[in-house]
């Protein structure tokens, strides 16, 4: 046996002894596998590749192409898009792995034909979708279209609300291969965003041409409802713009706890072959300068985001050429293991991320966001090495030599990151543990208490486990409760009850310390704003009303969305229980 796979087995060992001691539960903030603290112990679900329901073994690794939205936004047309494929090829992007061109929104004609299909606007495209998609196809790239499962695109051309089963028809016979569905204008479709993009893929199986299903619903939780069996990427952000605060922020909604609870370490769990979370397309050209364009390819790179270029490839530099075609870089994002990199380190400022590699060795980023200079450590015990270890600079393309213990980056200015590739090629070095399925959905039968639980969505405020928001205890109109969820207005929060549950209990109404004149309005909703399946709504409530109890039947609800709403109210769902009969 190798030295270095003596040193990897006792790592191993002693880091599933740790994990074991270590697993605690969900029900209060960053208790577990939080940034700096994860844990190694390997997975068995978590190294099975799975395959998305679509099955088509499609997006195995995250997709690469180019997409006309960044660069031009509704502003397409036959000639654009030709000379961009053109480019494609020219430039040595598709060579380099970039192989779909997607048009975005404003492809299509202002209204259907008198059949009721949808047809390209005649202006732009006068020779229709179907040559666009031949030219595409000629080059040896793969043809994307995007539509909306609203009544209206967010361009507010024709959606394809109760035209799905035609229109994934019509894509396919014009050769489509990548469909982008969109949620503008679908609050009103009566379905929830699982039972919409449910009926989607079984279209796209209908139609016999394998597609990819990229969805969007603007970042509402689709890993949390089964986004995995329904499509092959699903976007966790709204829309990315070319400046790097936008930048940073799509990259936590995907690597960070910017809307999962922070046990989960971001939303590395959820990603995989088949299946990937979708920080948005790259604006990798469309930043001010080189060092914010290799920041965020770098980022979308370890954080196994699909690469979908988003600048004017006829016009690009070549140092934004050689930033989108870097070949180790890009081969991080691509590795055939499919893991997500995940924060090992956040400062807030510094980030340290690490993806383990298929080939044995592990690729790790360190990044400053801050304005000020700085040195970045990686120390070996956070990805699971020791020693010495060979280390490589994915940009430069260089080996740097042996280091023990630990690689330090010196003097990363604002931007400034190394990538690098660390160790030595071998059996896969182990992948933490991920949050464990009973910490985060309902499994059990009896009572489940929310409290008790991770919830696997927020936007706004984080709710506080079996306390108030001020830590101390849930009271309302006088009586105290041991559980509940303690919040602060405005506050959405989403529980995976998995169709586990078949009855949902809560008490609410404004916590008694609560000394402001404002109102405060609790509602239920099924899974995500989309179906506008309102389960519960308590009305404006102030200081004086009455606790309101909620007795709801939840059978085959996946996912309950608590909102409380209330500018800096604070709020109670006390007592929230799930409650399983079997
Ligand atoms: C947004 C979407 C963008 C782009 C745009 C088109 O909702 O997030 O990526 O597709 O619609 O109108």
Request: aromatic share 10%; proline share 3%; glycine share 10%.
């Amino acid at each position: 046996m190798k030295l270095r796979d003596f040193y990897r087995i006792i790592m191993f060992v002693i880091l599933v002894m740790v994990f074991t001691i270590c697993v605690t539960s969900c029900s209060s903030e960053g208790v577990s596998n939080q940034a700096g603290k994860t844990d190694f112990s390997l997975s068995a679900s978590q190294e099975a590749v799975t395959l998305n329901a679509l099955d088509n073994g499609l997006a195995l690794t995250p997709p690469m192409g180019w997409n006309s939205w960044n660069a031009f936004e509704a502003d397409i047309d036959e000639q654009k898009i030709r000379q961009i494929a053109d480019a494609m090829v020219d430039s040595g992007m598709r060579d380099a792995g970039y192989t779909y061109l997607v048009l975005d929104d404003g492809w299509m004609a202002s209204s259907r034909d008198s059949d009721g299909n949808l047809v390209a606007e005649p202006n732009k495209f006068p020779s229709g979708m179907k040559a666009i998609g031949d030219y595409i196809h000629s080059k040896g790239l793969k043809f994307g279209i995007y539509e909306d499962r609203g009544h209206w695109t967010c361009q507010q051309l024709p959606g394809s609300f109760e035209h799905e089963q035609a229109d994934m028809d019509t894509f396919a016979s014009w050769g489509v291969d990548y469909i982008k569905m969109d949620s503008c204008f679908a609050e009103n479709n009566g379905r929830l965003s699982s039972e919409d993009y449910t009926l989607y893929k079984n279209c796209i199986i209908k139609t016999g041409r394998p597609m990819v299903l990229s969805i969007s619903d603007f970042g509402n939780g689709a890993w949390a409802w089964g986004g995995e069996d329904m499509a092959q990427l699903w976007r966790t952000s709204g829309d990315i713009f070319p400046w790097m605060d936008s930048v940073y922020y799509c990259a936590d909604t995907s690597g960070g706890n910017h809307s999962i609870h922070p046990a989960f370490n971001g939303l590395w769990q959820f990603a995989g072959p088949g299946h990937w979370n979708d920080p948005d397309m790259l604006q990798v050209g469309n930043l001010a300068k080189d060092i914010e364009n290799r920041a965020h390819f770098s980022l979308w790179c370890i954080l196994a985001a699909p690469l979908m270029a988003g600048n004017d490839l006829r016009s690009m530099s070549d140092s934004v050429k050689n930033i989108l075609t870097a070949p180790e870089v890009i081969r991080v994002n691509q590795d055939a293991r499919g893991i997500q990199g995940y924060k090992v380190y956040d400062s807030g400022d510094q980030e340290i991320y690490n993806k383990p590699l298929q080939d044995g060795t592990a690729a790790v980023l360190l990044l400053n966001k801050g304005s000020e200079p700085v040195d970045i450590t990686i120390t070996w015990d956070k990805i699971g090495l020791s020693g010495s270890q060979k280390v490589r600079d994915l940009w430069a393309r260089k080996d740097l030599g042996y280091y023990k213990d630990s690689f330090t980056a010196y003097n990363l200015t604002q931007h400034g990151h190394m990538l690098i590739k660390v160790g030595s090629t071998g059996s896969p070095l182990p992948a933490p543990a991920p949050v464990a399925s009973d910490k985060y959905m309902v499994t059990k039968s009896g009572t489940t208490y929310l409290s008790d639980l991770c919830y696997i969505w927020k936007n706004g405020n984080a709710p506080r486990s079996d306390k108030n928001y001020n830590n101390s205890p849930i009271t309302i109109n006088g009586i105290t409760y041991n559980k509940g969820l303690g919040c602060k207005g405005n506050s959405k929060i989403m529980y995976k009850l998995n169709n586990k549950a078949d009855s949902f209990k809560a008490v609410v109404g404004l916590d008694d310390s609560y000394s402001g004149n404002s109102t405060g309005r609790f509602r239920i909703y099924n899974e995500d704003l989309f179906g506008n399946k309102v389960l519960f709504d308590s009305g404006n409530m102030d200081r004086g009303s009455s606790a309101k109890n909620i007795d709801l039947d939840v059978r085959g609800v996946k996912c309950l969305l608590l909102v409380f709403e209330g500018d800096n109210v604070l709020g109670d769902w006390a007592n929230a229980q799930a409650i399983a009969v079997n």
